[in-house]
């Protein structure tokens, strides 16, 4: 979509029939083999599969609630044996307003050797770690799970309060006091990872 | 990437702007935000008055009804002010009672009108242990965004200087009351008190007219009003502590602050 | 009456000064027969036209969306907030929840009003809710509930629709899913007069049968636009039912002549936006 010239939709507005060649994607809804916008925003026709899919996007920020398989970020508050409380504080690249519960449990930190996993050994209060949402079940609790190598702690301090640096997959080490402590540690990848930033 | 920055660590997002000498919204350390102060806009109440401070918005109305003064003080009329913070105004209230950041400011404001005395409360005597006004001013805060309680102060004024109250005539022989609607009377403001938040952050830099997110990232809030050139209310609810120079700067900073609020306040009204 | 603590309170007993008024005002039945006679209302508008309308969003710098309505002297300001828990709900629902709140300011009538929700307000929100439910998509967020505030800064009439229509723009400005646009209307009736929009005056003379059986009250309806539906209708009074036929006919129509209003500030707001991210 070119920003210039966007094609702007009020909720309610009808866009388009719904049928083989256009579906109803983010923002709209189907009615009676039309579809419609959902917000003020504008109009976004991403192709798929020989299928157009029509998505409205507003204009503002957008209102966003975690869901399943959405990679968050959140930040750990409270640590026990058999899990670790976290507030969600951004979904994707969008900053929540309001920070939400979740819970990280023992067997979902790491995808293997689950039962020797320790919450300790692996998240401790006021790290930043990188999650993926599982399905919901209960009411008011996310859980997460860490099980993938790009996930876990990204940002931690040590016990003295500097920042760490990863130095494996299980440990990151203080700047200042060069102390190891043990962590679930994220393989962060760059954002926009292609062939050319390798050959560099 | 910012706004993640500023979500996951604010305290070091502000250090960092701090450092350079100035805040995330662009301003100086010492700058306020602009003021605005509209009066009379709600002609229900007896006096209103809306205040903006920055993106901080409060109502002031003051109705006036008809009281028996109380025993011990014959010729005493009533003030009431209640400010109310609304879950309209920002997500962090909910609704119910009010909260107890509202009931401090509630008590705060209190005591800046009664220390300042600038409604003298003989002045709204109708006739001795018999009759008297009692003068509700209510504060809505619509927009909760930091310094209230400067911007309650703003539009008191402006709504007690705007405020008309009219003729009453009291028989005390019969207890009859009559009231002459066409015939108003402005209520006698006696002094402009004029309030001036700072906030303390990291124990070190002093904020001037600090936003909400400063207020709740900073160490220590201290709020000093000035009734023209006399100092009537210091308000440090505990927090860092501040050397004596610090205290006497801020002090000094709001006095010279008081004069263009005055100003403000005269051009409104 | 238990003390409330929580605030400052006055003296036990007040009274407004207005009931001891010298001057001997109009009673509503001279006002109403006066208007019968003249065919004039008040502020000479025609009987079935609409004050003029006044919209702003993005009054409330801490909310998510907000707008401010303006009808002539009626003044409401609402605000809506991120989806959040639902308090106290321990099971899983897959639909979410609007929660509405309506509220006059104390000062804002010509009885002072007090700070704690009364049956009124209590009722409006409910009114509110209901209006407001058919228009927000609740599936798109499960297990949330996204509040909504509403705070009648200056009641002169027609609050309750006022607040409806400006709660929809709010939530269309806080870029909550919806399915229409949503504009209210209400309409006061006494006798054969029918009062659209009405003002505080106007509803009061439609409050009261002026004789036995007489037709009187006050409706208010809220409408989705595109989909043509009634999504609110409230009555109070008692109203024939051709009169009310008649009154919705009207109401309809007139709830349409806001729509145009609403979508013209949308789509302002929507280019100022884009045109605000491309600056940056």
Known sequence: ?200 | MAEQYKSLHPIKYYRDYLAHGIRPDGREFNKFRPILLNVGSIDTADGSAIAKVGNTTVVCGIKAELCKPKPDAPKCGFLVPNLELPPLCSPKFRPGPPSDQAQVLTQLIADIIENSKCIDLNDLCIFQDKLVWCLFVDFVCLDFDGSVVDACIVSLLGALKTAKLPFVEYDPALDNIQVNMEERKHIKVHSTPVSTTFAVFDDKVILKDPTQEEENLCSGILTVVFKDDELCCVHKPGGSPLTQEELSQCIEESKERTLFIKRLIDTAV | MPVDHKRINGPDETYPYSLYAKTNKQSLNEKHEDIKRTGQRSDSRTFLEHRKIFIKTGVVSQAKGSAYIELENTKVIVSVFDPREIPNRPDYSLKGEIYCEFKYAPFSCNKRRLHIQDTEEKQYSAIMKQALESTVCSHEFPNFQVDIYAMVLHNDGSCLSAAITAAGLALAHAGVPMYDIITSVSLGIQQDNLFIDPTNEEQSICLYPRTLDTDHGNVIISKLHMHNQISQFYQSGNISLEKINEAIGILDKTCEELVPVIQKYLVKHVIRNLKDREAK
């Open chain 1, 1 to 200: 979509m070119s920003t210039s010239d966007p094609l702007i939709c009020l909720p309610g507005q009808r866009l388009c029939l719904s049928d083989k060649t256009y579906t109803s994607g983010q923002g709209t809804y189907e009615r009676q083999g039309y579809i419609y916008s959902q917000l003020a925003g504008y109009v976004d026709i991403v192709d798929k599969d020989s299928v157009k899919v029509v998505e409205v996007h507003t204009s503002g920020e957008k209102t966003v609630i975690p869901a399943q398989g959405d990679i968050v970020t959140a930040k750990v508050s409270v640590i026990t044996q058999q899990y670790a409380k976290c507030f969600i504080t951004s979904v994707g690249d969008t900053v929540l307003r309001r920070p939400f519960r979740a819970v990280l449990r023992t067997e979902d930190i790491r995808a293997t050797e689950k039962d020797k996993v320790e919450v300790y050994k692996s998240v401790r209060p006021g790290d930043i770690i990188l999650a993926r949402v599982l399905p919901i079940t209960e009411a008011h609790n996310y859980q997460l799970s860490t099980a993938e190598n790009e996930l876990g702690v990204v940002i931690a301090h040590s016990e003295h309060g500097h920042p760490m640096v990863p130095i494996s997959w299980t440990e990151m080490q203080c700047t200042k006091t060069f102390v190891k402590e043990p962590r679930k540690v994220a393989k962060v990848v760059p954002e926009h990872f292609n062939q050319d930033n390798l050959a560099a």
